[in-house]
């Protein structure tokens, strides 16, 4: 089995090193990461001709200076051009991919450029923001979902898995729920600039591709994008964030035909 791996966190972060382990025993890993951090860029591409840096770093690892997508892209055009791999998997994700957080996630559009081009792909997130998280959940329990998904890939193209572990221990997690994706939203969104909002976490700007003392213009004023996360009470008992606060592990099938076929029904009793 031919295996590409990305993230939205860096190709330095814990969370690709893990599972590119992970994977090992599945087959030839080859691991392609964007050189920054790039969360929250959904499946926004490089482009525009901007120049855009590889570099090999030895035995399957790449870096791309270039968004998640960006790195299945190029694996797609380059070194898997004439022979597409059987999977992407990307992750694993350092915070949270459930709910509302989907439509942002970096992880999961990587995934889904993958099934766009009619890839099996797999999305991993551990609902945690610390560099030095504890995946032991994940390195026992995450060989067993990828077996049982990949056992069965649906035939329909676009279908990929988003994949949610709480972080708890490994004996604490109490089992693997199929969800759908919550309801909610981010409130509380901007806040001023504050390098110690990051220090709580464990993370400095710098790791983020930042400055912790950054230029400004006269008259500029930083913000920095954070928020909290509010329920809608309308979600399910399924709702992939519910069951991931609950204990369980969170597994969500999406797809990339974003049609809502129930209203086109109704549109065509109108038109």
Not at 66 to 81: E, H, I, Q, R
Not at 144 to 161: C, H, Q, W
Request: net charge negative; glycine share 10%; with cysteine.
């Amino acid at each position: 089995m031919r295996i590409l791996i990305t993230n939205d966190d860096g190709y330095q972060a814990k969370g690709i090193k893990v599972l590119a382990d992970i994977m090992k025993k599945f087959g030839d890993v080859t691991v392609i990461a964007p050189k920054h951090h790039q969360s929250g860029m959904s499946m926004a591409v490089s482009f525009g001709f901007k120049q855009i840096a590889h570099k090999d770093l030895g035995n399957g690892w790449h870096y791309l200076d270039a968004t998640p997508a960006s790195c299945v892209k190029f694996g797609l055009n380059t070194m898997f051009l004439d022979n597409f791999p059987d999977v992407v998997v990307s992750g694993i994700n350092h915070g949270s991919n459930a709910a509302s957080a989907i439509c942002y996630s970096g992880t999961l559009g990587a995934a889904a450029e993958a099934a766009l081009n009619g890839i099996p792909a797999i999305g991993v997130s551990l609902c945690t923001l610390h560099p030095d998280a504890d995946f032991g959940a994940i390195e026992k329990y995450f060989g067993d979902i990828f077996t049982k998904l990949m056992a069965d890939y649906p035939e329909n193209r676009g279908v990929y898995y988003n994949v949610n572990f709480p972080y708890i221990p490994a004996d604490q997690i109490k089992g693997v729920r199929i969800g759908i994706q919550g309801l909610g939203r981010w409130i509380k969104e901007f806040t001023e600039w504050d390098t110690d909002y990051y220090a709580k976490y464990g993370i400095s700007p710098e790791m983020l591709g930042q400055k912790s003392n950054p230029t400004i213009e006269e008259g500029e004023e930083l913000y920095m994008l954070v928020g909290e996360f509010e329920d809608d009470p309308r979600n399910p008992k399924n709702a992939d964030h519910r069951l991931v606060e609950e204990g369980y592990i969170s597994v969500v099938a999406h797809n990339i035909d974003r049609t809502d076929y129930k209203e086109t029904e109704r549109l065509n009793t109108i038109f």
